[in-house]
């Protein structure tokens, strides 16, 4: 435990700090797995929360909860998730 005035307060802002991160990662987690879990059966739904998907994302990349190039990589790869559940199935 710390001793100093400064060094508790510091620990109570790291605490919020890794809540607000926390909540924004299981968000995250939630809305991307809704995403896949609808890309299989109902495409239409899939195409409306793509965007969605894109925006988490880019809170995350913008709280340095993510670095900005994972998120691009990841956005990436649940677009071309979509584009293959959409295309014409031989």
């Known amino acids: ?3 100093r005035k400064t060094a ?3 620990l ?3 605490r919020a700090r890794q809540m607000h991160n926390l909540d924004i990662k299981s968000a995250l987690r939630k809305t991307v797995k ?3 879990a609808t890309t299989a059966s109902d495409e239409k739904k ?3 929360l793509l965007p969605l998907v894109y925006k988490k994302f880019d809170k995350a990349a913008k709280g340095n909860i993510m670095h900005k ?6 956005k990436s790869r649940y677009a071309k998730l979509l584009n293959a559940a959409q295309a014409p199935k031989a």
Do not use: I, L, S
Not at 69 to 74: G, W
């Open 1 to 3: 435990m710390p001793q």
């Open 8 to 10: 508790v307060k510091d």
């Open 12 to 14: 109570k802002k790291n």
């Open 34 to 36: 809704e995403f896949v």
């Open 46 to 48: 899939a195409k409306e």
């Open 69 to 74: 190039k994972t998120a691009a990589r990841r």
